[in-house]
C-alpha cells in the first residue's frame, strides 16, 4: 500500500500537471496549494504580486466571494460554479474582455478548493454564435415574400417559421412533419419526385424549381421552390423511404418558396417561346424528350416505372379536307387542352408530330398508363368541336408502353408506343393497344 507521503505526492503532481487552474485555501481565503496555472491566471491581478489569500488577489475582479463564501452555510458543497469574472475592461468593452471562470468547493468546515480558468476565447465564440443566430433570425423572421422551412431527410418540414405562414398562409399546426409538396397542387408533384429534387440538392448543392405552389385557403400562386441541402452534415443524406440509412429527424435541408407571380408573365413568355409548339401551346418535341430524358434518369436512379402514351388524331387528313385546314388546327388545339386537363402536372404532355400527342407517365405502370389513356380517348369522343358553325367529331388512338430492363432508353421505349399506336389505327382505331411489356 502507497504511504501517505507517496499519495500527497502525487496529489502535488496532479495540481502541478492538471490544465485548469487549482487553489486548495482555507475558509478566511488563505492559500495552502496553488498550481501553476492559477498562478498565472491570479499574478496580474494581486495587488504587488502577493499571493497568499485567495479573496485578497480576486478582490478587485470578484470582490462578492468572500462573503459568498462566509455564508455558505452547509459543511461541504459548491459554493459557486463556473462564476464568469471579466478581468479586464476590454478596449470595446465586455465583447472584448479577459474572462476568468471560477467554481469555489468547500470541501468541509475548513478546507476550500478553488477552480480557475480562462474561458476569454470560449465566451468570445458563444457571443459569435449568439450573434449568427440574431442575424437568421432577423432573416427568418423578417423577409416578407420568402417563406423558409427546414426539412429533415425525408422532405418532412421539420421547423416553421412566421414566413411560411405569410407566404402560403399555413399554420404551424398544419405543416409540421408534412412533406414539402403540401405547398403544390395535388398533382402537380409525387412522392418520388419530391425525393428526386432532394437527391438533386445533394448532387448539385441546389435544386429549383418554379411553378405553381398551393397556399392554406386552396388558391395557387406561382413560386419558386429552392432547395439546398444544410452545410454542417456529416455525410449526405440519403433521402428514401423509411428506415434507409441516413434517415434522421434533424434538419437536412432548407427549402425557400417565393411568391414570384409578378415575375412569372416574363419567365411564362420566355417558356413558351422556347420550350411550346406555337400553335397548341402545350410542350413541343424538343422539350418533351429533353423532359423525358431526365425522367428517365430519375426513374434509373431510385427504380420507379415511367410510361408514355403517344397519340394520333384519326382520319385527320379527312378533317383538313372536309373543314379545312384553320379547322383541323382548332381540332389539335382541342385535343391539347383535353390532354393537359387529363394529366397530372407532373406528365409530360406534347405535340411530337403533326396530328401525334405523346405523354410521359412517371411513377406510372403499363395498367394505370392504359387507364389514363382510355380516359382521354373517351373524353375526345365524346365532344366536338365547333368551327364557323359546323360541329367536327374527332377520336384518337393510343399506343402505350412502359419502360422495362430490356428497353435501351427512351427511342426504344417510343418505338414500343408507336408499335402499340400502329397496332390500335390496325384494329380499326378510337382504341388504346398496349406494347407487351419486355
Ligand atoms: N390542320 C393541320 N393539319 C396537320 C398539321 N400537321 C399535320 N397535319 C395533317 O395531318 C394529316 C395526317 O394524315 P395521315 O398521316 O394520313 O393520318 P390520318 O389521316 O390521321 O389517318 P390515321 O392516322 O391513319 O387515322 C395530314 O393531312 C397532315 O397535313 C397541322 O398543324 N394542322
Request: proline share 4%; glycine share 8%.
Amino acid at each position: 500500500m502507497p504511504d501517505l507521503a507517496d499519495e500527497y505526492e502525487a496529489l502535488i503532481q496532479f495540481m502541478y500537471m492538471a490544465p485548469v487552474g487549482l487553489v486548495q485555501a482555507s475558509m478566511d481565503g488563505e492559500i495552502v496549494m496553488i498550481n501553476p496555472i492559477s498562478a498565472q491566471l491570479l499574478m496580474p491581478l494581486s495587488r504587488g504580486g502577493d499571493l497568499s489569500n485567495l479573496f485578497a488577489a480576486l478582490e478587485g475582479v470578484a470582490p462578492q466571494l468572500r462573503a459568498l463564501t462566509a455564508s455558505f452555510a452547509a459543511s461541504h458543497g459548491m459554493v459557486c460554479d463556473g462564476l464568469r469574472i471579466p478581468i479586464t475592461a476590454g478596449a470595446r468593452g465586455l465583447s472584448d474582455a479577459q474572462m476568468l471562470s471560477i467554481s469555489l468547493l468547500k470541501l468541509d468546515e475548513t478546507r476550500l478548493m478553488a477552480v480557475l480558468g480562462d474561458i476569454t476565447q470560449q465566451v468570445r465564440r458563444e457571443r459569435l454564435l449568439r450573434q449568427n443566430e440574431a442575424w437568421l433570425n432577423a432573416i427568418f423572421t423578417g423577409v416578407t415574400d420568402y417563406a423558409l422551412v427546414s426539412l429533415d431527410a425525408r422532405g418532412c418540414i421539420d421547423d416553421w417559421n412566421p414566413s411560411i405562414g405569410r407566404v402560403t398562409g399555413f399554420a404551424r399546426e398544419a405543416v409540421l412533419g408534412r412533406p414539402y409538396s403540401i405547398f403544390y397542387p395535388e398533382d402537380a408533384t409525387t412522392p418520388e419526385r419530391l425525393l428526386d429534387r432532394l437527391r438533386e440538392a445533394d448532387a448539385n448543392g441546389w435544386s429549383l424549381d418554379d411553378g405553381w405552389r398551393l397556399r392554406a385557403d386552396g388558391s395557387r400562386f406561382w413560386g419558386s421552390a429552392l432547395i439546398a441541402p444544410l452545410r454542417e452534415r456529416e455525410e449526405p443524406h440519403v433521402p428514401a423511404s423509411a428506415g434507409r440509412p441516413g434517415d434522421t429527424d434533424e434538419p437536412a435541408y432548407c427549402l425557400v418558396l417565393r411568391d414570384i407571380s409578378d415575375k412569372r408573365e416574363a419567365c411564362e413568355q420566355q417558356r413558351q417561346a422556347n420550350d411550346c409548339d406555337h400553335l397548341t401551346g402545350i410542350a413541343n418535341r424538343r422539350s418533351f424528350f429533353e423532359a423525358a430524358e431526365l425522367e428517365l434518369m430519375r426513374a434509373r436512379q431510385s427504380p420507379r416505372p415511367l410510361s408514355m402514351i403517344l397519340f394520333d388524331a384519326d382520319h385527320f387528313k379527312l378533317i383538313n379536307d372536309r373543314h379545312g385546314h384553320h379547322a383541323g388546327d382548332a381540332v389539335l388545339r382541342h385535343l391539347a387542352a383535353l390532354l393537359t386537363a387529363n394529366f397530372r402536372q407532373v406528365d409530360v404532355v406534347a405535340r411530337v408530330g403533326g396530328e401525334e400527342f405523346a405523354v410521359l407517365l412517371p411513377s406510372t405502370g403499363l395498367h394505370g398508363a392504359v387507364r389514363v389513356a382510355n380516359r382521354l380517348r373517351q373524353a375526345v369522343e365524346a365532344q366536338t368541336v365547333e368551327v364557323d358553325g359546323v360541329e367536327i367529331h374527332c377520336t384518337v388512338s393510343g399506343g402505350v408502353a412502359t419502360m422495362a430492363a430490356g428497353l435501351s432508353g427512351l427511342d426504344a421505349l417510343m418505338k414500343c408506343a408507336d408499335q402499340a399506336l400502329y397496332a390500335a389505327k390496325a384494329a380499326g382505331r378510337n382504341r388504346i393497344e398496349s406494347a407487351a411489356p419486355a
